[in-house]
């Protein structure tokens, strides 16, 4: 399995920018879907973004036009660029890879299959006051 590191996050006033990074120690990194996923406290963890090794993304409704996903196939990393940051946002943050041909044709939109086989990143505090 890949092995995935963490780095970014931290705290910031509403309206703030915040950036995640994710660093996959697999040499095979491009055959991965990545995605971000966040747990508030007492909520359940949710996948927010991906992109495939095509570049599709994905967004939920509640970060579209706030955040940026990127992907760097050279370096190994996975980047999230958070803007316009709100309370609603603070959570725990987690960064997660599956192996393509794990996902049977599916995409790589976050799934159960992220929890199931995926490989996943420490996790990093983001916290947004008002």
């Known amino acids: 399995q890949v092995r995935l590191v963490q780095s970014g996050g931290g705290s910031v006033q509403t309206g703030g920018s915040l950036r995640l990074s994710c660093t996959a120690s697999?040499?095979?990194?491009?055959?991965?879907?990545m995605g971000w996923f966040r747990q508030a406290p007492g909520k359940e963890r949710e996948g927010i973004a991906s992109?495939?090794?095509?570049?599709?993304?994905f967004y939920v409704e509640s970060i579209k036009g706030r955040f940026t996903i990127s992907r760097d196939l050279a370096k190994r990393t996975l980047d999230l660029q958070m803007d316009s940051l709100n309370p609603e946002d603070t959570a725990m943050y987690y960064c997660?890879?599956?192996?393509?041909?794990?996902?049977?044709?599916?995409?790589?939109?976050?799934?159960?299959?992220?929890?199931?086989?995926?490989?996943w990143g420490q996790g990093t505090q983001v916290t947004v006051s008002s």
């Open positions: 997660a890879a599956v192996p393509t041909y794990r996902l049977n044709g599916e995409s790589c939109v976050p799934s159960k299959t992220y929890f199931a086989v995926g490989s």
């Open positions: 697999e040499s095979r990194y491009s055959s991965y879907c």
């Open positions: 992109m495939a090794n095509d570049r599709t993304t």
